[in-house]
């Protein structure tokens, strides 16, 4: 089905596609008609972007370090204390007054140091560890002081998570691991209900759906199978089967007599592993944040899950999508849902469901929600690793041909950025103007077009205007602007490198055999980033905006995976 625009939406989402290739082609009219601010434009825009690099650097190094912090938390322990935080309290005060009263802490100095270090080195390394044990205490002690001042803190026990999974043509055995990661977790799984969304277009779908019920259902408090009809009204993807499927749990909760704020939803791609610490941490954080059921829960997609199954320009290529997405969790003023994420079923029900006719469902169901409430509505990072497979494919073309698509379809996220545009300019002129709303929906905007025009000014943009413009080239500005151009960059790959020694404690161990000249190739192999960067990233994001400005839409293209 062809989405049905008006000719004010058409106007609307011309708008960031302009914009873009008005930003792409500057520098060749520009260089010709005023080359000397285009020159500045070029240089304004290499700092920019080395701004970014330092800053993103910077960012996925401390979501690395929270994401290793929270992995370290028991939640659900956290949730037992919840339900008596005066004993909690006196329990870690307790063990703080025995700390301090003891004057050598009793750990094996091997464990922190090796058994050859002085004697005197051991003493200090324990005396450290005696001092992180106890500002851990303290910083316990307060943070259950000030959750007692909550008198409104409900019981976690009377929580209920349901998890939406959409498939099409799914195997089995993906949909039996996602459901497996969630049946192995620490919170309990007969609190979680798993929504199967089949599709009724997919022949194997409902009865791949009852195989995992009849698999599951001793596992899970309830397993419900929804079967989407594809109306007309509706376009193929994941927005229509989870307004389906979201709605159908809506009866069942009804019928159990639910209340709605108790309950969450979480949006779950049918690869998506979610990690085992997931719903206690979620469950924490809901029950202890003020306005808990206006936020969206999203923890840090990582592509790895067959990450070692890929050949190395695919490796490259996942790995820019996942160093993004750990670091995207620091900047919560502008953080909006990717992917897979949990909400309130109230905000939900509140708002209509999901969009049926959209692509971005992730993005778009969160604007739908803050165009309605406004500034209580954000997005809460989980730093736990939720691990998904990166595209792939049986030859190396299929491989190129999946990941470009998959990029391709991210990149229509702009498709919706003239919805977010309208919506705020009719809050402008209502009079209501929440801040944080209008932040974030600009920066998405703008995030959507500055990601495929990067790698064009930056490869190319020094070179543009001497070439339009020879005599350009023959002064100051015109000799010193390649130069200039060519040191931002020298710069800018310092911090990529950071960023890629850094993955290297991410990503997951290497199965087999590994020796020297594989951790150096993982290393060696990103030289092709700059073509890949441009062959998979930045020209599949041109095509999605080129289609847009020319009104040949995009339909959801399913990511093909081994």
């Not at 063990?95 to 009263?101: A, E, F, G, T, Y």
């Not at 999974?165 to 691991?177: A, G, N, Q, S």
Request: hydrophobic share 45%; charged share 25%; with cysteine.
């Amino acid at each position: 089905m062809k989405k049905k625009r008006s000719r004010i939406d058409l106007v609307f989402e011309k708008i960031p596609p302009l914009i873009t290739f008005s930003l792409i082609f500057f520098p060749i009219w520009g260089g010709f008609a005023f080359p000397f601010a285009t020159a500045y434009f070029v240089i304004i825009f290499n700092v920019y972007f080395l701004y970014k690099s330092i800053s993103f650097a910077v960012f996925f190094a401390l979501s690395l370090v929270r994401i290793r912090h929270a992995e370290q938390i028991d939640w659900l322990g956290r949730l037992h204390e919840l339900e008596d935080i005066d004993a909690a309290i006196e329990k870690k005060e307790e063990q703080l007054r025995l700390l301090s009263q003891k004057k050598k802490l009793e750990i094996d100095p091997k464990t922190i140091a090796p058994k050859r270090f002085p004697r005197f080195l051991h003493r200090i390394l324990i005396a450290n560890e005696k001092l992180k044990v106890k500002n851990y205490l303290k910083s316990e002690i307060s943070r259950l002081k000030e959750l007692r001042q909550k008198l409104d803190l409900q019981n976690w026990r009377d929580l209920h998570h349901i998890i939406v999974i959409p498939h099409w043509k799914e195997p089995y055995h993906v949909l039996e691991k996602t459901i497996q990661k969630v049946a192995s977790g620490t919170f309990p799984s007969k609190q979680i209900s798993i929504v199967l969304g089949a599709e009724a277009r997919d022949p194997d779908g409902v009865k791949v759906s009852e195989q995992l019920k009849e698999a599951y259902a001793d596992k899970f408090e309830h397993i419900w199978i929804n079967s989407h009809e594809l109306t007309e009204d509706e376009i193929v993807g994941k927005s229509s089967n989870m307004a389906s499927a979201g709605k159908y749990a809506k009866t069942m909760i009804d019928k159990l007599g639910w209340d709605l704020r108790k309950v969450t939803v979480t949006s779950c791609d049918a690869d998506s592993q979610l990690p085992e610490q997931y719903f206690a941490n979620v469950s924490y954080e809901y029950l202890t944040r003020k306005d808990a059921e206006f936020k969206f829960f999203n923890a840090a997609m990582i592509l790895y899950a067959n990450i070692w199954r890929l050949p190395f320009y695919a490796r490259v290529k996942n790995s820019m999508s996942t160093i993004y997405n750990v670091g995207r969790l620091i900047r919560t003023d502008k953080l909006v849902p990717f992917s897979t994420y949990t909400t309130s079923f109230w905000l939900i029900d509140q708002i209509g469901y999901w969009t049926p006719d959209i692509t971005p469902e992730d993005f778009h169901i969160f604007f739908k929600s803050a165009f309605k409430f406004g500034n209580k509505v954000s997005t809460v990072p989980i730093y736990q690793k939720v691990m998904a497979d990166a595209a792939e494919g049986e030859t190396h073309l299929e491989t190129i041909k999946n990941n470009y698509f998959q990029e391709r379809r991210w990149s229509w996220g702009i498709s919706d950025d003239g919805w977010v545009l309208k919506n705020l300019l009719k809050l402008f002129i209502q009079g209501r103007i929440p801040i944080a709303v209008f932040y974030r929906g600009l920066h998405v905007i703008a995030d959507h077009i500055i990601g495929p025009v990067s790698s064009v000014i930056i490869l190319f943009g020094g070179n543009i205007p001497l070439l339009v413009n020879p005599a350009f080239a023959a002064t100051t500005t015109g000799v010193n602007l390649p130069r200039v151009s060519s040191f931002m960059i020298q710069l800018t790959l310092w911090f990529l490198i950071i960023s890629i020694l850094l993955d290297q404690y991410l990503k997951p161990v290497r199965p087999g055999k590994t020796n020297i000249v594989k951790k150096l190739f993982s290393i060696v192999e990103w030289v092709v980033q700059p073509v890949v960067g441009m062959v998979l990233v930045a020209i599949p994001g041109l095509e999605a905006h080129t289609r847009l400005l020319f009104g040949k839409y995009l339909e959801y293209y399913l990511t093909k995976k081994k």
